[in-house]
Protein backbone atom coordinates (compact mmCIF):
# COMPACT_ATOMS: atom_id res chain seq x y z
CA UNK A 1 0.00 0.00 0.00
CA UNK A 2 3.01 2.19 0.95
CA UNK A 3 4.56 1.77 -2.21
CA UNK A 4 1.32 2.29 -4.49
CA UNK A 5 0.71 5.59 -2.98
CA UNK A 6 4.20 6.66 -3.53
CA UNK A 7 4.10 5.96 -6.58
CA UNK A 8 0.80 7.90 -7.29
CA UNK A 9 2.25 10.63 -5.37
CA UNK A 10 5.00 10.65 -7.96
CA UNK A 11 2.85 10.40 -11.19
CA UNK A 12 1.27 13.62 -9.49
CA UNK A 13 -2.15 11.80 -9.54
CA UNK A 14 -4.82 13.08 -6.89
CA UNK A 15 -5.81 10.57 -4.85
CA UNK A 16 -8.92 9.19 -2.36
CA UNK A 17 -7.52 8.52 1.05
CA UNK A 18 -7.99 4.53 1.89
CA UNK A 19 -9.07 5.46 5.48
CA UNK A 20 -11.41 7.59 6.27
CA UNK A 21 -9.63 9.21 8.83
CA UNK A 22 -7.69 11.28 6.37
CA UNK A 23 -9.85 14.09 4.56
CA UNK A 24 -10.81 13.55 0.86
CA UNK A 25 -8.22 15.56 -1.30
CA UNK A 26 -10.69 16.63 -4.73
CA UNK A 27 -9.16 17.74 -7.45
CA UNK A 28 -9.07 21.10 -8.27
CA UNK A 29 -8.63 21.14 -11.79
CA UNK A 30 -5.00 22.98 -11.36
CA UNK A 31 -2.39 20.73 -11.55
CA UNK A 32 0.52 23.29 -11.57
CA UNK A 33 -0.33 23.82 -7.85
CA UNK A 34 0.31 20.15 -6.54
CA UNK A 35 4.25 20.83 -7.22
CA UNK A 36 6.82 22.06 -4.54
CA UNK A 37 8.34 25.41 -5.99
CA UNK A 38 11.65 25.03 -7.47
CA UNK A 39 14.61 26.24 -5.57
CA UNK A 40 15.27 29.83 -6.55
CA UNK A 41 18.77 29.67 -8.96
CA UNK A 42 21.92 31.37 -7.01
CA UNK A 43 24.41 32.84 -9.37
CA UNK A 44 27.81 32.38 -9.11
CA UNK A 45 29.83 34.87 -6.97
CA UNK A 46 33.52 33.98 -6.11
CA UNK A 47 34.54 34.20 -1.99
CA UNK A 48 36.41 37.29 -0.85
CA UNK A 49 39.31 37.06 1.55
CA UNK A 50 39.99 33.65 -0.26
CA UNK A 51 43.88 32.93 -1.77
CA UNK A 52 44.01 32.17 -5.29
CA UNK A 53 46.92 29.72 -7.09
CA UNK A 54 46.54 31.53 -10.03
CA UNK A 55 45.84 34.83 -11.69
CA UNK A 56 42.76 35.45 -14.29
CA UNK A 57 41.01 38.35 -15.74
CA UNK A 58 38.18 36.31 -15.87
CA UNK A 59 36.36 34.18 -13.24
CA UNK A 60 34.62 31.28 -13.83
CA UNK A 61 32.62 28.69 -11.79
CA UNK A 62 33.60 26.01 -13.75
CA UNK A 63 37.42 26.53 -12.73
CA UNK A 64 36.80 28.17 -9.95
CA UNK A 65 39.95 27.48 -6.93
CA UNK A 66 40.94 28.58 -4.15
CA UNK A 67 43.88 27.21 -1.28
CA UNK A 68 44.56 27.90 1.80
CA UNK A 69 46.33 31.41 2.18
CA UNK A 70 49.37 29.54 4.72
CA UNK A 71 50.24 27.99 1.07
CA UNK A 72 51.87 29.20 -1.83
CA UNK A 73 49.73 31.48 -4.21
CA UNK A 74 49.54 34.21 -6.63
CA UNK A 75 46.83 36.45 -5.28
CA UNK A 76 44.51 37.19 -2.40
CA UNK A 77 40.98 38.41 -3.27
CA UNK A 78 40.36 41.11 -1.14
CA UNK A 79 37.05 42.48 -1.73
CA UNK A 80 34.07 41.72 -4.16
CA UNK A 81 32.10 44.44 -5.60
CA UNK A 82 29.18 45.09 -7.25
CA UNK A 83 28.70 47.58 -10.68
CA UNK A 84 25.67 49.87 -10.20
CA UNK A 85 24.60 52.61 -12.71
CA UNK A 86 25.93 53.16 -16.12
CA UNK A 87 28.71 50.68 -15.89
CA UNK A 88 26.35 47.83 -14.73
CA UNK A 89 23.92 48.93 -17.93
CA UNK A 90 25.73 48.15 -21.00
CA UNK A 91 28.14 45.36 -21.96
CA UNK A 92 30.70 43.69 -19.71
CA UNK A 93 33.62 46.23 -18.99
CA UNK A 94 36.98 44.66 -21.16
CA UNK A 95 40.62 45.17 -18.95
CA UNK A 96 41.65 48.72 -19.67
CA UNK A 97 37.94 50.36 -19.81
CA UNK A 98 37.20 53.89 -18.35
CA UNK A 99 34.19 51.90 -17.50
CA UNK A 100 36.06 49.84 -14.28
CA UNK A 101 37.36 53.58 -12.97
CA UNK A 102 34.27 53.07 -10.13
CA UNK A 103 34.99 49.42 -9.62
CA UNK A 104 38.71 50.56 -9.41
CA UNK A 105 38.64 52.89 -6.97
CA UNK A 106 36.18 50.95 -4.91
CA UNK A 107 39.40 48.32 -4.79
CA UNK A 108 41.56 50.78 -3.68
CA UNK A 109 40.12 51.65 -0.89
CA UNK A 110 39.65 48.58 0.40
CA UNK A 111 43.11 47.14 -0.38
CA UNK A 112 43.71 50.50 2.15
CA UNK A 113 41.93 49.40 4.57
CA UNK A 114 43.20 45.64 4.19
CA UNK A 115 47.27 46.33 4.42
CA UNK A 116 46.65 49.53 6.61
CA UNK A 117 48.64 51.21 3.96
CA UNK A 118 48.84 52.45 0.20
CA UNK A 119 49.37 49.93 -1.93
CA UNK A 120 51.53 51.70 -3.99
CA UNK A 121 54.06 52.32 -1.52
CA UNK A 122 54.98 48.57 -1.39
CA UNK A 123 55.61 45.74 -3.96
CA UNK A 124 51.96 45.00 -4.68
CA UNK A 125 50.15 45.25 -7.65
CA UNK A 126 46.53 44.97 -7.96
CA UNK A 127 44.10 43.18 -10.75
CA UNK A 128 40.79 43.49 -11.27
CA UNK A 129 38.64 39.99 -12.07
CA UNK A 130 35.28 39.80 -13.98
CA UNK A 131 32.61 37.40 -14.80
CA UNK A 132 32.40 35.38 -18.45
CA UNK A 133 30.49 37.54 -20.81
CA UNK A 134 28.01 34.91 -21.00
CA UNK A 135 27.47 35.42 -17.01
CA UNK A 136 27.55 39.18 -17.47
CA UNK A 137 24.74 38.58 -19.93
CA UNK A 138 23.02 36.36 -17.31
CA UNK A 139 22.90 39.71 -14.74
CA UNK A 140 26.08 38.79 -13.32
CA UNK A 141 27.84 42.53 -11.86
CA UNK A 142 30.73 41.16 -9.62
CA UNK A 143 34.19 42.37 -9.94
CA UNK A 144 37.31 40.78 -7.60
CA UNK A 145 39.68 43.05 -5.93
CA UNK A 146 42.96 40.98 -6.39
CA UNK A 147 46.29 41.92 -4.64
CA UNK A 148 49.62 39.82 -5.76
CA UNK A 149 52.99 40.36 -4.34
CA UNK A 150 55.38 41.48 -7.32
CA UNK A 151 59.27 40.59 -7.71
CA UNK A 152 60.60 44.53 -7.32
CA UNK A 153 59.59 47.92 -8.69
CA UNK A 154 60.51 47.16 -12.01
CA UNK A 155 59.52 43.87 -12.54
CA UNK A 156 55.48 44.18 -11.43
CA UNK A 157 54.51 40.18 -12.45
CA UNK A 158 53.26 38.60 -9.67
CA UNK A 159 55.41 36.02 -7.44
CA UNK A 160 54.26 33.22 -5.28
CA UNK A 161 53.96 34.13 -1.46
CA UNK A 162 52.49 32.67 1.85
CA UNK A 163 50.55 33.90 4.49
CA UNK A 164 47.62 36.36 3.98
CA UNK A 165 48.12 40.21 3.25
CA UNK A 166 46.23 41.48 5.77
CA UNK A 167 47.63 44.36 7.95
CA UNK A 168 50.95 43.76 5.73
CA UNK A 169 51.73 47.58 5.86
CA UNK A 170 51.26 48.32 9.20
CA UNK A 171 54.66 48.83 10.88
CA UNK A 172 57.86 47.27 10.06
CA UNK A 173 57.90 45.49 6.73
CA UNK A 174 59.41 43.68 3.77
CA UNK A 175 57.12 44.50 0.99
CA UNK A 176 57.65 48.85 1.75
CA UNK A 177 59.57 50.60 -0.91
CA UNK A 178 62.81 51.97 0.78
CA UNK A 179 66.04 52.50 -0.71
CA UNK A 180 67.58 51.67 -4.02
CA UNK A 181 70.85 51.72 -5.97
CA UNK A 182 69.69 52.82 -9.72
CA UNK A 183 71.38 51.41 -12.42
CA UNK A 184 71.76 53.54 -15.33
CA UNK A 185 72.37 53.03 -19.31
CA UNK A 186 73.80 56.27 -20.24
CA UNK A 187 71.46 58.92 -18.84
CA UNK A 188 68.65 56.25 -18.98
CA UNK A 189 67.38 54.69 -15.72
CA UNK A 190 67.48 50.49 -16.44
CA UNK A 191 66.44 49.16 -13.11
CA UNK A 192 65.95 50.03 -8.86
CA UNK A 193 68.19 47.78 -7.61
CA UNK A 194 67.11 47.34 -3.90
CA UNK A 195 69.49 47.91 -0.62
CA UNK A 196 69.53 49.00 2.90
CA UNK A 197 69.38 52.28 3.45
CA UNK A 198 72.75 52.01 5.55
CA UNK A 199 74.19 50.60 2.27
CA UNK A 200 76.04 53.49 -0.34
CA UNK A 201 72.63 54.08 -2.47
CA UNK A 202 71.41 57.56 -4.72
CA UNK A 203 67.65 56.87 -4.23
CA UNK A 204 64.90 56.47 -1.78
CA UNK A 205 61.25 56.04 -1.75
CA UNK A 206 59.16 59.44 -0.40
CA UNK A 207 55.40 58.46 -1.47
CA UNK A 208 52.67 58.89 -3.65
CA UNK A 209 50.88 61.26 -5.34
CA UNK A 210 47.72 61.44 -7.16
CA UNK A 211 48.05 63.30 -10.71
CA UNK A 212 44.62 64.99 -11.88
CA UNK A 213 42.34 63.10 -14.19
CA UNK A 214 43.88 63.74 -17.46
CA UNK A 215 44.60 61.62 -20.60
CA UNK A 216 47.60 58.98 -21.22
CA UNK A 217 48.91 61.03 -23.58
CA UNK A 218 48.52 64.46 -21.98
CA UNK A 219 50.59 62.96 -18.92
CA UNK A 220 53.41 61.53 -21.36
CA UNK A 221 53.69 65.69 -22.10
CA UNK A 222 53.27 66.41 -18.35
CA UNK A 223 57.52 65.09 -17.26
CA UNK A 224 58.19 68.81 -15.82
CA UNK A 225 54.90 68.95 -13.58
CA UNK A 226 55.06 65.51 -12.22
CA UNK A 227 59.04 66.31 -11.58
CA UNK A 228 57.51 69.61 -9.59
CA UNK A 229 55.15 67.32 -7.85
CA UNK A 230 57.65 64.55 -6.79
CA UNK A 231 59.78 67.46 -5.66
CA UNK A 232 57.48 68.55 -3.18
CA UNK A 233 57.10 65.63 -1.81
CA UNK A 234 60.82 65.05 -1.49
CA UNK A 235 61.30 68.88 0.50
CA UNK A 236 58.43 67.07 2.79
CA UNK A 237 60.17 63.82 3.36
CA UNK A 238 63.44 65.54 4.14
CA UNK A 239 62.69 68.44 6.29
CA UNK A 240 63.93 70.39 3.31
CA UNK A 241 62.28 73.94 1.79
CA UNK A 242 61.20 73.89 -0.75
CA UNK A 243 62.87 76.53 -2.77
CA UNK A 244 65.16 77.15 -5.29
CA UNK A 245 67.74 75.27 -3.48
CA UNK A 246 65.96 72.31 -3.35
CA UNK A 247 67.55 71.42 -7.16
CA UNK A 248 70.81 71.33 -5.92
CA UNK A 249 69.89 69.12 -3.07
CA UNK A 250 68.34 66.51 -4.60
CA UNK A 251 66.54 65.16 -8.41
CA UNK A 252 63.60 62.87 -9.00
CA UNK A 253 62.62 59.85 -10.17
CA UNK A 254 58.88 58.70 -10.81
CA UNK A 255 56.82 55.56 -11.79
CA UNK A 256 53.54 56.36 -13.11
CA UNK A 257 50.76 53.17 -13.56
CA UNK A 258 50.87 51.50 -16.77
CA UNK A 259 48.55 52.78 -19.82
CA UNK A 260 45.91 49.83 -18.38
CA UNK A 261 45.96 51.00 -15.38
CA UNK A 262 45.84 54.24 -16.06
CA UNK A 263 43.06 54.24 -18.06
CA UNK A 264 40.94 51.99 -15.51
CA UNK A 265 41.69 55.20 -13.28
CA UNK A 266 44.69 54.37 -11.50
CA UNK A 267 46.34 58.03 -10.75
CA UNK A 268 49.19 56.84 -8.07
CA UNK A 269 52.23 58.22 -8.74
CA UNK A 270 55.60 56.64 -6.47
CA UNK A 271 57.50 59.21 -6.21
CA UNK A 272 61.46 59.10 -5.43
CA UNK A 273 64.32 61.37 -3.74
CA UNK A 274 67.53 61.33 -6.92
CA UNK A 275 71.14 62.02 -5.88
CA UNK A 276 73.27 62.02 -8.95
CA UNK A 277 76.28 63.35 -7.38
CA UNK A 278 77.10 61.91 -4.12
CA UNK A 279 76.38 58.34 -2.62
CA UNK A 280 73.82 58.23 0.19
CA UNK A 281 74.85 55.89 3.35
CA UNK A 282 71.43 57.02 5.61
CA UNK A 283 67.66 58.00 5.23
CA UNK A 284 67.12 61.11 4.52
CA UNK A 285 63.83 61.15 6.06
CA UNK A 286 63.67 64.33 8.40
CA UNK A 287 67.64 65.08 7.35
CA UNK A 288 67.06 68.26 6.82
CA UNK A 289 69.39 71.17 5.26
CA UNK A 290 72.17 69.73 6.87
CA UNK A 291 71.32 66.24 6.04
CA UNK A 292 70.97 67.12 2.75
CA UNK A 293 72.85 70.01 1.49
CA UNK A 294 72.20 72.04 -1.71
CA UNK A 295 75.65 71.61 -3.43
Known amino acids: MRRWLVALALAGAATMAMSGCVPQHRPDGDLADDWPDLPVPRMFVPATDACLPRITAVVQAGTYDTVDCARSHLAEAIHVGTFTGDAAAGPRP ?3 SPALRPARAEC ?3 AREVLGGDWHSARLTMNIALPSVPAWNGSARWFRCDLSETDSIDNTRPVNRTGSLRGAMIGDNPLTHRCFDPKLIGDNLNYMAPVLCSEPHRAEFV ?3 LERDMTWAEFGRANQEVHRRCMS ?21 FYPPSQREWEEGDRGIRCFLWSDDRKLTRSMRGAGPKGLPAI
Open 94 to 96: EPG
Open 108 to 110: DQR
Open 207 to 209: GVY
Open 233 to 253: LIANFAAVPNNADLPYRAGSI
